[in-house]
């Protein structure tokens, strides 16, 4: 690792996946040499890397190539790691083209949320409350995935899932943890 007033801070590994292909990890501007060192020997930036090389990993197959990790923020809740913010520059090995690419393949948007009940954070599909006056179903599930993702839908993006409930709910969404 380097830390010249100038230069990125900067540090490489090698994956076992990817032997012959090191992985830069580099820090944007602003992220101090301590929090750049405590994101990269942070249990959740290596527990990142184990998954991408797990058996259902993007990397076990050998099809993509993770080339380099941006450091862009580290948020401590005092002693302990809080938040890590980074960006991760994956290539399909055959065509070159940077993933994620969704040609041609379905995906369901999820969003990280603190749960305190279950002292969790929690994956979980963008929710919101329906406006009692309206209720608009699909139209309120395309305004919180905007405010919770950022990704701009329309009506006609939308399939309505409640279609597939067991009639003997009444058509309720039930939750189950």
């Known amino acids: 690792m380097s830390s010249g007033s100038s230069q990125p801070l900067t540090h490489s590994l090698t994956l076992p996946t990817q032997l012959d292909h090191p992985i830069q990890i580099i820090a944007a501007p602003g992220v101090s040499d301590s929090q750049f060192r405590t994101a990269i020997e942070s249990s959740l930036f290596k527990q990142w890397l184990k998954n991408l090389e797990s058996e259902n990993g993007i990397l076990a197959t050998g099809s993509f190539l993770l080339k380099q990790v941006l450091v862009q923020g580290v948020d401590m809740f005092g002693q302990r790691m809080g938040f890590l ?26 969003t990280e949320q603190v749960r305190v009940p279950t002292g969790r954070l929690v994956l ?8 009692a006056d309206k209720g608009d179903f699909v139209g309120t599930a395309v305004r919180e995935v905007e405010e919770e993702t950022g990704i701009h839908l329309t009506l006609g993006d939308m399939v309505d899932l409640t279609a597939f409930l067991d009639p003997c709910t009444g058509g309720r969404v039930f939750s189950f943890s």
């Open 85 to 110: 913010k980074f960006k991760a520059d994956i290539f399909n090995k055959e065509t070159g083209v940077k993933i994620p690419d969704s040609e041609g393949e379905t995906y369901a948007v999820l």
């Open 124 to 131: 979980e599909l963008p929710a919101g409350m329906l406006d």
